[in-house]
DNA sequence: GGCCCGTCGATAGGCATGCTATATAAATGC
DNA sequence: GCATTTATATAGCATGCCTATCGACGGGCC
């Protein structure tokens, strides 16, 4: 099957849906990343979560610094091992996810309104479908554990 | 209807394609948008394409700057009007367009490759059965004509 | 014609977010 | 107990965006 049409399709869509979007943004995409990574899974080093994101030890350091000076995270230290900063979540950091998760949505469903309802239909059915699929082939390859050494040995992918 | 699902639903898609895209990103996402309305469009004077990407006129400004210095936009004048600039997309600028576009959709299609037939098909078809409208429901109020005042008078709106 | 004002683009200065290279501190191995 | 490795922090730099403001051109009105 020829998969280049809706290969664009997919790709126009989403720069559409991106670029929707415009403005200011008060999180950048690693923070509200991160953030709902530190949600789901509990306290992480630092490391950890630079490979998980995708982005280098230091900027993960930095960004975790912006985001505990406006309270959205806290550093906790591991008893077992004095080098480690443990980075939790904190109650006004999962508010603001909620927050922007559901503005997000909002800004979604004002697309997906205007469109006929059998269309929406369609398009919801075929996402629910393809959905678990596709987190399950990108979400094992995302988090691969890594962290053997100080840089994140990351191939020179374009970004979108 | 009930569009939350659906709505977050798209929203995840989106944040795993564009999450995917990781790694150093040779033209920023609003050069890509920018040499694309070039491309189709013809030349365009620097203030129209501020408006239509959604960002500041010096922005655009240094964009076209480093695009220029990159051998990707020439610039020429209006003959009618001596202060506007009017920039046009080099042949080599068309190239890193198509290459890009084939960078993505390559890594799209890698990524649909591993649904089962139908799954895709049907999403396909929605795809495209929902595009012109969602095309045609961004555009025009992005590219609103504006350029009264100095600044780009955007919504203090989050993106994505 | 000459002047004022609006518009177009450029410049200056600042902030956020990423990077590489390197430093510091803790743990581990011989 | 000192060298090595590992976890994080710091320094310095690049990019891409912003606001504020400047200089240049064009058009209307006297």
Redesign the interface.
């Known amino acids: ?1 020829d ?24 999180l950048s ?1 690693t923070a509200v ?1 991160t953030l709902s990574s530190l949600d789901r899974q509990g306290p992480q080093r630092i490391t950890t979560l630079a490979t998980a994101e ?1 982005v280098s030890q230091p900027s993960m350091t930095q960004l975790i610094q912006r985001l505990e000076q406006r309270g959205l995270v806290a550093r906790g230290s591991d008893p077992a091992d004095g080098r480690v900063a443990l980075v939790t979540v904190t109650d006004q950091g999962r508010a603001a996810l909620v927050a ?2 559901q ?7 004002g ?5 006929p ?1 059998p ?13 678990p ?3 399950a ?2 979400g094992p390859e ?1 988090s691969g554990q890594g962290g053997r050494g100080n840089r994140a040995e ?7």
Request: aromatic letters at 2%; a positive charge.
């Open positions: 099957m998969l280049s049409r809706p290969a664009n399709d997919l790709l126009e869509l989403v720069a559409l849906i991106v670029k929707g979007g415009s403005g200011r943004r008060d995409l990343a995708g922007r998760r503005r997000n949505a909002e800004r979604i469903a697309l997906l309104a205007d469109l309802e269309d929406v239909r369609a398009l919801a059915d075929a996402l629910a479908a393809v959905l699929t596709m987190r082939r990108v995302a990351r191939v020179d992918q374009p970004r979108f």
